[in-house]
């Protein structure tokens, strides 16, 4: 069930009147969301609520034995054991077809035969990000961060469906205390939630699939079929498709989260303003990157071990943080490619005194190039891209809506913050039946927008 | 430009002086959305329904479609908001000549069609093949299917000076017109782009129940379906053919892996071989079955170039790029026997 579909148009309402009719009573309403996050779940596909619930059990059942352990050479063990189910769980479903097929080729070549079965596995949606959660909440509690929560409570926190899907990754500290004290009815964020599920829409439906359809699909799909300029625009174009499509369903799940009562961190914060990469990634996705910097680059030893070792660890952290995107070489070259870059800001960082605008001008283009990486189908696919830079033609792609939406996304990045915040503060102070109209008008002009084979999925769907 | 405070991500909304309000107004503020967009687009919600496949999620949408439509449609509001909002719809005006004719009648023309020519290969006649003609431009159109083995053939045949259409319709069938109805789009295809080849690959989403000869539903898989659905494909494959102007390259489907699913691709592929009868020279049948799953027994891989190769996507039902790409090599070489490029 995507947001923005008739089926959760109906789900929704219903599920939020029955929410707030329950939430003086706790003891019904986490049983209550619980069976409405399965159901919301199941509609991607039944067979995984049970993958869910089997994350579940195992994790809590670990966060309980870890609280309880006396020895902290325990409490590491069953965190191992807790994390390599969660990563083995991971690696099975998103990665087997991937590295047998590797192992294959390699073989192959030698003439060898691969030795294990070569099978394609049904990736349940949400897995990456579900997953993470479980693995925060069971290092938190080891970390002595948070007290292991009920069972009821821990389940609501992994599966409430505005984050399940694709995020953003809320950490087990920052939902179990609000989950904890029931939601005051008397103080909703309600013109907040509505009008980011507006934004939104309106990110993913107006402009990412708009842009996706009318200039990036075709120009990577056949990159022979194009030329410089136009390979040039749709790079740009899928740098503010990929931003409007996550940052547009991450305000969906922010604004229906308020709506049921909770707040959700932050996962974007104009990250097309960033000066470097480093900057770029305490913009971009931010609670991936806090996930891979707590629970990935620190442990690893952070900058903790001299400039070699945390090059090395940036490496590591930033590689797997590709591979997490997919399992793909052209993920694993895009983060190797950030890695590169925050390894080089590190390395020269401070030395090399650059004007603000150039400083920008660099990473934004730099930013772009890796999305290419990112978005190519396939290494052979990336090395046609770049291989049509060198192909002067006439523009057939370059329309004026295109244009304008390419420079209104990232030009209202641009801005000053304040500027935008306070825009946005004074549309989400409306009264809320003033937005509930307008939410109405905007879905109708949305849904007029929408090609015949519907909503396309949101892009990290797939993560 | 001011870095932003790494770890403050909770507060925003209380950091901007966030206005709060009852949750009873935030239940009233979506119940008026709601019903706007009722009064305004209730009969979308009924054809968002029918276009689901069978299930409880689709009963649960006609539930409140059913009722919507009839609400909407006592009020002026659909057409105020159709006629707002109308200029928005990307898609092309389907409005004109196709559409697929009552099979009443059909069976009702009484006339025993006649045998055309092009009902024979030539090579069964032991006659030399046509003289292969310059390829201008091909269509790669169907549902989902039809990805990614449009971009393979572009990607072949663009670099040669062919104008490639790559047309996929996700999420359609020949059995369902809800989204798009093949007939009408098959004849507007025609009108618009003449294309002198064209490849199709569809039937993913088939499957659904269609309007038998004496006006009733009539369920899949039967023989009267497979009829139906027959007959559907052959009035799209007499229009792609423009009388024996062009040439139409039809693909059969791989056997999926969930069983039901199966049970339908191998009455759609049999539905597909009858409805090329008539003109077999001009509509080529592209068996993907041997190729992909032998004896249609679905399977993840296979060998290719002498290597195990996973050819199929997780969903046991598209093929991945790797299976893409080889069944592009076995389309061009059946295009490769009609044109030159």
Not at chain 1, 139 to 151: I, M, Q, T
Not at chain 2, 155 to 161: N, S
Not at chain 2, 273 to 278: I, K, M, N, R, S
Request: proline share 7%; aromatic share 12%; charged share 15%.
């Amino acid at each position: 069930m995507l947001f923005p579909t008739v089926q959760f148009a109906i789900f929704f309402p219903i599920v939020l009147a029955i929410s707030w009719w329950l939430m003086p009573k706790p003891k019904a309403w986490k049983p209550f969301i619980l069976f409405a996050s399965y159901v919301f779940y199941a509609s991607a596909g039944w067979r995984f609520i049970f993958l869910l619930a089997a994350v579940t059990v195992a994790n809590q059942l670990a966060a309980v034995m870890v609280h309880r352990a006396d020895t902290e050479r325990r409490r590491k063990l069953i965190v191992t054991i807790a994390v390599g189910f969660d990563l083995g769980l991971l690696g099975i479903f998103k990665y087997y077809s991937f590295f047998v097929q590797q192992w294959a080729d390699a073989l192959g070549s030698l003439g060898l035969s691969p030795g294990l079965p070569l099978l394609t596995i049904a990736l349940p949606v949400g897995i990456s990000f579900f997953t993470f959660q479980a693995i925060s909440y069971v290092v938190d509690v080891k970390r002595g961060h948070v007290e292991p929560a009920s069972s009821i409570d821990f389940a609501v926190y992994l599966s409430f469906f505005p984050h399940l899907i694709a995020g953003p990754i809320v950490r087990a500290r920052e939902f179990l205390p609000q989950l904890k004290r029931p939601r005051d009815p008397n103080r909703v964020a309600v013109s907040s939630g509505l009008a980011l599920v507006a934004f939104g829409l309106v990110k993913k439906v107006v402009i990412a699939d708009y842009l996706a359809r009318e200039l990036v699909e075709p120009v990577f799909a056949v990159p022979h079929a194009y030329g410089a300029p136009d390979v040039i625009l749709a790079a740009y174009g899928f740098a503010a498709e990929i931003y409007c499509d996550f940052s547009g369903y991450t305000d969906i799940a922010i604004g229906l989260a308020l709506l049921l009562g909770y707040v959700f961190p932050q996962n974007f914060r104009s990250p097309y303003r960033s000066t470097g990469f480093r900057d770029f990634w305490r913009r971009w996705h931010m609670t991936l990157s806090r996930f891979l910097r707590d629970d990935l680059y620190i442990p690893l030893g952070g900058n903790r071990k001299g400039r070699l070792m945390t090059y090395r660890n940036l490496m590591i952290t930033m590689v797997l943080g590709g591979l997490w995107h997919g399992a793909a070489w052209t993920f694993v070259l895009w983060g190797t490619f950030n890695g590169l870059g925050l390894v080089a800001e590190h390395a020269w960082g401070g030395r090399v005194a650059l004007p603000g605008w150039l400083r920008w001008f660099v990473t934004f283009n730099l930013i772009v190039f890796g999305w290419v990486l990112f978005r190519a189908q396939s290494l052979a696919d990336f090395g046609a891209l770049m291989s049509r830079l060198t192909v002067f033609t006439a523009p057939t792609l370059w329309t004026i809506p295109v244009l304008a939406m390419i420079v209104l996304v990232v030009g209202l990045q641009l801005l000053p913050p304040d500027w935008v915040e306070r825009l946005q503060v004074r549309i989400e102070s409306a009264r809320p039946l003033l937005l509930g109209v307008g939410l109405a008008v905007v879905i109708a002009f949305v849904a007029a927008t929408v090609p015949s084979q519907g909503v396309p999925p949101f892009i990290y769907f797939r993560f | 430009m001011a870095e932003p405070r790494e770890d403050n991500y909770m507060n925003r909304f209380d950091r901007a002086g966030l206005r709060r309000f009852r949750a009873r107004e935030g239940v009233i503020a979506i119940a008026v959305a709601a019903i706007i967009l009722i009064l305004t687009a209730g009969p979308s919600i009924r054809k968002a329904g029918e276009e689901m496949n069978p299930g409880i999620g689709r009963d649960i949408v006609l539930g409140v479609g059913r009722p919507s439509t009839w609400v909407a449609r006592k009020l002026p509001f659909v057409g105020i908001s159709t006629a707002a909002t109308s200029w928005l719809n990307p898609e092309p005006n389907l409005s004109g000549p196709g559409g697929f004719a009552n099979p009443k009648t059909l069976a009702a023309s009484g006339a025993v069609p006649p045998v055309t020519p092009a009902a024979f290969e030539p090579a069964t006649l032991g006659e030399a093949e046509p003289a292969r003609v310059p390829l201008h431009t091909l269509l790669v159109t169907g549902d989902s299917m039809s990805e990614p083995l449009d971009n393979d053939l572009a990607e072949v045949l663009i670099p040669k000076g062919v104008h490639v259409i790559q047309e996929p319709h996700i999420g359609t069938g020949i059995s369902t017109t809800f989204v798009v109805n093949w007939g009408t789009l098959s004849a507007h295809q025609v009108k618009s782009d003449h294309p002198e080849a064209i490849v199709v690959f569809i039937g993913a989403n088939d499957g659904f129940p269609m309007t038998g000869p004496e006006g009733k539903e009539v369920a899949c898989c039967s023989s009267s379906w497979a009829a139906i659905y027959a007959d559907r494909v052959r009035q799209i494959m007499n229009t792609y053919r423009q009388d024996g102007v062009a040439h139409v390259y039809w693909l059969t489907l791989p056997a999926p892996r969930d069983p039901e699913r199966r049970k339908i691709a191998r009455v759609v592929n049999a539905a597909i071989t009858v409805a090329a009868q008539p003109w077999v020279s001009q509509v080529q049948i592209i068996d993907t079955v041997p190729i992909f799953t032998p004896g249609f027994e679905y399977r993840d891989s296979m060998t290719v170039k002498g290597k195990p190769t996973l050819v199929r996507q997780a969903d046991g039902i598209h093929l991945n790029e790797a299976g893409s790409s080889l069944l592009a090599g076995t389309v061009l070489q059946a295009i490769g026997r009609n044109y030159t490029y």
